[in-house]
């Protein structure tokens, strides 16, 4: 079983709030863990977006707006990333990352499309 | 502003060795805090962390890849390079380079190069 879990693809609305999910393996507690999020679009690189660990242990990549955020479901063993707002430039894949054992780790990505 | 561009063969055939180079500006990798990692992403796939080397020496390995990885760094020449032994056809993919601030050890990436891509094919 893989570490990060997120889903493949998610749709949502402009306007619209969208959450993505990045579940933790079984066993490993998301409430000791800074979850990173970060976007990609076609044919870029990765861009980082924020960290989250708790409401007072929280980061936003420079520049990145606010309707992004990060939160903890704790009875889902998940992190959230809440988009707010979508918007069409918003459609993209997503990806969560943990340090795990000193090692980093991505989850599967989840694309999310704006329609 | 801090850039990072990756330089290599865009080529290889199975089983050589891939050599891969990250030349960064903006920063120095002998500011404590400071490291630069590789990371790829085969073609439709997800990202996968590689390895990093921190301004201290600290190397950090991917445990299913560390075997056949090694990163080491040239701090005068602002370079970071990526070897990996023995390529297989699924070692395609971009490869990127990034950066990770000066905000204490196992953090977030940011920047990262445009990437270059890798295939290996007989």
């Known amino acids: 079983q893989a570490v990060l879990t997120q889903p493949s693809s998610l749709s949502a609305s402009p306007g619209a709030s969208a959450s993505l999910t990045c579940t933790l393996r079984s066993g490993i507690n998301v409430g000791t863990y800074t979850i990173y999020w970060y976007q990609q679009k076609p044919g870029s690189p990765p861009q980082y977006l924020l960290r989250y660990k708790s409401d007072s242990n929280n980061q936003q990549g420079s520049g990145v707006p606010s309707r992004f955020s990060g939160s903890k479901d704790a009875s889902a063993n998940a992190g959230i990333l809440l988009i707010s707002g979508l918007q069409s430039e918003d459609e993209a894949d997503y990806y969560c990352?943990?340090?795990?054992?000193?090692?980093?780790?991505f989850g599967g990505g989840t694309k999310l499309t704006v329609l | 502003q801090i850039t990072l561009k990756e330089s290599g063969p865009t080529l290889v055939k199975p089983t050589q060795t891939l050599t891969l180079t990250c030349t960064f500006s903006?920063?120095?990798?002998?500011?404590?805090?400071?490291?630069v990692g590789w990371i790829r992403q085969p073609p439709g796939k997800a990202l996968e962390w590689l390895a990093l080397?921190?301004?201290?020496?600290?190397?950090r390995y991917s445990p299913s890849l560390k075997s056949r990885v090694t990163i080491t760094k040239d701090t005068s020449k602002n370079q970071v390079d990526l070897t990996m032994a023995n390529m297989v056809p699924e070692d395609t993919a971009t490869y990127y380079c990034?950066?990770?601030?000066?905000?204490?050890?196992?953090?977030?990436?940011?920047?990262w190069g445009q990437g270059i891509q890798v295939t290996v094919s007989s």
């Open positions: 990034v950066h990770e601030p000066a905000a204490g050890k196992t953090d977030w990436f940011d920047p």
């Open positions: 903006g920063f120095s990798l002998s500011t404590s805090g400071v490291g």
């Open positions: 990352m943990i340090w795990y054992s000193s090692a980093s780790v």
């Open positions: 080397i921190y301004w201290d020496d600290d190397n």
